[in-house]
Every structure is written in structure tokens, then in C-alpha cells.
């Protein structure tokens, strides 16, 4: 479960954390999700963030309140006792599925107004391939699950995909989860500048619980979502 996590975070005029207000990753992973091996980490990294200290924002020359995302690397580097030079060091970490985990933050950072650090990338496409890549267990392919969904929210269209009039398709590849939550979330085609309203929308998804011998199990599959050009 390694890679980058966000952590939206309040900062406050002399460059404190004040609070942590959301999630994006790790990698993948819905902001939604609930799984308690996310949560960990999770809980891990807003300590971490807890932790860093910013340059103040400022207008003119008056620090002011800000709030941005703060980008940490979720993963088992190896870490001298006490942290390196230039990082907090948190961790290690047990999650629910029995591995260990560490969270680096920067020790210091630059705030602005609207972000500290753009959310993480996703990762190459590994999740639907007929195996859950977080816990190790198979799950069962769904193909294209538009029209099973019982929610499926349209992204909003987004200011600079406009300004270029970017339209076409987009294609989610999802999991999951057993309770019919979406677990895992990545564009892997269509115009870039439409991909991430795309993975947002796919995340608030929601399908009803798919049954494998009376037992609950996991769908991978591709969402897909088709824009046209105001």
C-alpha cells in the first residue's frame, strides 16, 4: 500500500497545522473508502502533517490563514532511528491486512493560497487484473459496470478541459469493494485534463454487494464516462 498520500490540511499565520480536513490516497485508493488498513495509514500521515511547519502565506506582506495539500510518501523505506535530516519520520505502522508501513513528511514546506503540493498521480493500472493488490485475494471481473451501478454521479466538467474544449472518452478502471463501495480508482484513457474529475466521480460510485457462494466478494472493472464539448 505504498506510494503518495495527500493530506488536505489548515494552516495557520505563523505556519502551524491546525487541523486535517480529507484524504487522497494512498496512490489509488478512494477517499471513501473505510477499510481499517487505510485508516491506519491514514491516522499516520495526519500525524505526520501535524508535525510540519510552513512558510506562512501571506498577503502583501501579512501572514495570513491558508489551507492546500500536503503530499507525503506512504511506504517501508529504510529509515535511520529518529529520522533523516530534512523529514519526520512516523511509523512503522501495522495495518489490518498484517503489513507494516512508515509515513515521511518534509520537515519544513512552502504554503500558498490555494495549493501546497498537487494531488498524488495515479499509479500504472495493476488493480483488475484478478487480484486485489492491497490484501492479496482475488476478486471477480465485471467488465463495464455503467449500467449496474446504483449510483453513479457524472464528474463535473472542469474549467481548463473547457477553456480547451476537451471532450471524448474516459476510462475508469475500478475495484470494488465487498460492501459495494468503490475501493481503488484510475483513469487509463481519455483526454488528461478530464481524468481526474473522472476518478473523482468513479470514487462516490456505488454498487450493490456481488455474491460468490453466498459470500460477499470483491469486482474489478472499468467505468466509463463520455464528455462532449460545451
Same mark, same amino acid.
Given at each position: 500500500?505504498?506510494?503518495?498520500?495527500?493530506?488536505?490540511?489548515?494552516?495557520?499565520?505563523?505556519?502551524?497545522?491546525?487541523?486535517?480536513?480529507?484524504?487522497?490516497?494512498?496512490?489509488?485508493?478512494?477517499?471513501?473508502?473505510?477499510?481499517?488498513?487505510?485508516?491506519?495509514?491514514?491516522?499516520?500521515?495526519?500525524?505526520?502533517?501535524?508535525?510540519?511547519?510552513?512558510?506562512?502565506?501571506?498577503?502583501?506582506?501579512?501572514?495570513? !490563514?491558508?489551507?492546500?495539500?500536503? #503530499?507525503?510518501?506512504?511506504?517501508?523505506?529504510?529509515?535511520?532511528?529518529?529520522?533523516?535530516?530534512?523529514?519526520?519520520?512516523?511509523?512503522?505502522?501495522?495495518?489490518?491486512?498484517?503489513?507494516?508501513?512508515?509515513?515521511?513528511?518534509?520537515?519544513? &514546506?512552502?504554503?500558498?493560497? !490555494?495549493?501546497?503540493?498537487?494531488?498524488?498521480?495515479?499509479?500504472?493500472?495493476?488493480?483488475?487484473?484478478?487480484?486485489? *493488490?492491497?490484501?492479496?485475494?482475488?476478486?471477480? *471481473?465485471?467488465?463495464?459496470?455503467?449500467?449496474?451501478?446504483?449510483? #453513479?454521479?457524472?464528474?463535473?466538467?472542469?474549467? &481548463?478541459?473547457?477553456?480547451?474544449?476537451?471532450?471524448?472518452?474516459?476510462?475508469?478502471?475500478?475495484?470494488?469493494? !465487498?460492501?459495494?463501495?468503490?475501493?481503488?480508482?484510475?483513469?487509463? *484513457?481519455?483526454?488528461?485534463?478530464?481524468?481526474?474529475?473522472?476518478? #473523482?466521480?468513479?470514487?462516490?460510485?456505488?454498487?450493490?454487494?456481488?455474491?460468490? !457462494?453466498?459470500?460477499?466478494?470483491?469486482?474489478?472493472?472499468?467505468?466509463?464516462?463520455?464528455?462532449?464539448?460545451?
Amino acid at each position: 500500500m505504498g506510494g503518495s498520500l495527500s493530506v488536505l490540511v489548515s494552516i495557520d499565520r505563523n505556519g502551524n497545522v491546525t487541523g486535517v480536513n480529507g484524504f487522497r490516497g494512498p496512490g489509488n485508493i478512494c477517499s471513501s473508502t473505510t477499510r481499517p488498513s487505510v485508516s491506519r495509514i491514514r491516522d499516520a500521515a495526519a500525524n505526520a502533517a501535524r508535525t510540519v511547519r510552513f512558510e506562512p502565506a501571506r498577503a502583501g506582506s501579512i501572514p495570513v !490563514e491558508s489551507t492546500g495539500w500536503l #503530499l507525503l510518501e506512504v511506504g517501508t523505506p529504510k529509515v535511520e532511528s529518529g529520522g533523516t535530516t530534512g523529514t519526520t519520520y512516523v511509523g512503522p505502522v501495522t495495518s489490518g491486512d498484517g503489513q507494516r508501513y512508515t509515513v515521511i513528511a518534509p520537515s519544513t &514546506a512552502t504554503s500558498t493560497f !490555494e495549493n501546497i503540493a498537487p494531488p498524488p498521480p495515479p499509479p500504472p493500472p495493476g488493480v483488475g487484473t484478478g487480484n486485489d *493488490s492491497v490484501a492479496g485475494r482475488r476478486n471477480l *471481473s465485471g467488465g463495464v459496470l455503467n449500467g449496474k451501478a446504483l449510483s #453513479l454521479p457524472r464528474p463535473t466538467y472542469p474549467p &481548463a478541459a473547457r477553456a480547451v474544449k476537451a471532450s471524448g472518452a474516459v476510462v475508469v478502471q475500478v475495484l470494488i469493494d !465487498e460492501d459495494g463501495s468503490l475501493f481503488t480508482a484510475t483513469a487509463v *484513457s481519455g483526454h488528461p485534463l478530464l481524468r481526474a474529475a473522472s476518478t #473523482l466521480s468513479a470514487c462516490e460510485a456505488r454498487f450493490s454487494p456481488t455474491l460468490l !457462494e453466498g459470500k460477499p466478494v470483491k469486482v474489478s472493472g472499468v467505468i466509463t464516462y463520455n464528455y462532449v464539448a460545451p
